[in-house]
């Protein structure tokens, strides 16, 4: 059964660096998303992703963070410069048709020390 | 604001009963409503979807109803299971005209099924 893939599982890294994680989304499938869990907190959405081009952010979403798209199956999130409240579980989740059904991947834990 | 609720942060019962879960939510107009299954440290599992226009959703041990009326939705797991045991939470996205509009969750209900 087709799943979507994180890479890496957990990163470790300093305040300030950047960070790029990845996400193989389902191949079929044309809606892309980020959202982020802190521990013991709610799923928040971060970003959705269709055609090429940010469909909608959330307010958490700012200047520090972006996402792309780079080669046709990848999807990725890079924060820029890193604070320690960006530690998180981040899930990447795509779908078929827009926000329903969609299918999460097992997520990246980042630690910001 | 927009805000959804759902019942009680953990919920305990006796195998083989029925849990009922609560979903409740204000300044929202939903098209649709989604349950989630989330264990600890994986990402969220599709469940269940129910439309605006639908009353009741079933899918094996599984039901979801859909009051708009009420801004509440009930998920129902009959003959629980201990392998139930998980988060479970509710999901709505806005209306939309064909863009990937956002999903947001409610923080989730701890099932617990005692064997």
């Known amino acids: 059964e087709p799943e979507v893939t994180q890479t890496p599982s957990h990163q470790v890294t300093q305040m300030g660096q950047e960070v790029i994680l990845r996400c193989v989304p389902i191949?079929?499938?044309?809606?892309f998303y980020w959202y982020r869990q802190i521990l013991g907190q709610k799923v928040e959405f971060l970003v959705s992703f269709y055609n090429n081009e940010i469909s909608e952010k959330s307010e958490i979403f700012d200047d520090q963070f972006s996402v792309e798209r780079p080669d046709g199956s990848n999807f990725t999130l890079k924060i820029r410069s890193t604070k320690l409240e960006d530690s998180a579980m981040y899930f990447c989740a795509s779908s078929v048709l827009g926000p329903y059904e969609q299918y999460f991947g097992p997520g990246t834990r980042l630690t910001v020390t | 604001s927009q805000k959804i609720e759902q019942n009680s942060e953990a919920l305990n019962i006796q195998e083989g009963k029925t849990a009922t879960l609560t979903c409740n939510y204000t300044n929202y107009s939903p098209a649709y409503l989604q349950w989630y299954r989330q264990d600890p440290g994986r990402g969220p599992v599709f469940l269940l979807l129910i439309r605006e226009n639908e009353k009741e959703k079933r899918k094996e041990r599984l039901k979801v109803t859909f009051d708009t009326t009420l801004k509440q939705s009930l998920f129902h797991i009959t003959a629980s299971q201990p392998a139930d045991s998980a988060t479970y939470l509710c999901?709505?996205?806005?209306?939309?005209?064909?863009?990937?509009?956002?999903?947001?969750f409610g923080s989730g209900t701890q099932l617990t099924v005692l064997p």
């Open positions: 191949s079929n499938h044309l809606y």
């Open positions: 999901a709505l996205a806005a209306i939309s005209s064909g863009s990937a509009r956002q999903l947001t």
